[in-house]
């Protein structure tokens, strides 16, 4: 199964189209807001209202042999743990030997911009190579996550 963090994700049609290529049910899951597919390998799944709820619904049920499709980094952990493959937006993978220091470095930059209020983000566009490294990764962790 494919378990998509729909907030803000920048690739979920890219996802419906490779998902459904290898015929693997997806759960694209939000707070609202995202207009449901007649695909039926699609499930939408929307969630109450609230700090991280579709992330805690993802987190319960991803296991071993799963994908997770994601830019939050402690849900990513948690998947990981669970045994589920995670790719962020842009393509790169999080696994076992890299998620603590992606944390640590998330932790450490949320460290950075509170003690500095005028301090803006330095975040880049979503751009086409991102979406094409996306494509590319995904397709290989699909392949993975069949071989489990």
Same mark, same amino acid.
């Given at each position: ?7 803000? #994700?920048?690739?979920?049609?890219? !996802? @419906?189209?490779?998902?459904? +290529? ?16 007649? &695909?039926?390998? %699609? @499930? =939408? ?7 991280? !709820? /579709? ?5 319960? +049920?991803? =296991?071993?042999?799963? !994908? ?10 948690? #998947?990981?743990?669970?045994?589920? $493959? %995670?790719?962020?937006? &842009?393509?790169?993978? $999080?696994? @076992?030997? &890299?998620?603590? &220091? =992606?944390? *640590?470095?998330?932790? $450490? ?5 509170? *003690? ?12 086409? /190579?991102?979406?094409? +490294?996306? $494509?590319?990764?995904? @397709? +290989?962790?699909?392949?993975?996550? *069949?071989? =489990?």
């Amino acid at each position: 199964m494919i378990y998509v963090d729909a907030d803000a #994700c920048p690739v979920k049609a890219e !996802v @419906e189209r490779v998902g459904t +290529r290898h015929k693997v049910k997806m759960f694209v899951v939000s707070n609202g807001g995202i207009r449901p597919t007649q &695909n039926p390998f %699609v @499930e =939408t799944v929307v969630v109450p209202d609230g700090p991280d !709820v /579709a992330d805690m619904w993802i987190a319960d +049920r991803a =296991t071993k042999g799963d !994908v997770v499709v994601t830019g939050d980094i402690p849900l990513a952990s948690k #998947c990981i743990e669970a045994g589920a $493959l %995670v790719i962020k937006h &842009n393509g790169d993978m $999080l696994t @076992e030997k &890299n998620i603590g &220091n =992606t944390l *640590a470095t998330r932790d $450490l930059m949320a460290d950075l911009r509170a *003690a500095d209020p005028f301090r803006q983000g330095s975040g880049k566009p979503f751009s086409k /190579a991102d979406r094409s +490294r996306f $494509l590319d990764g995904l @397709e +290989r962790v699909l392949r993975q996550a *069949a071989r =489990t």
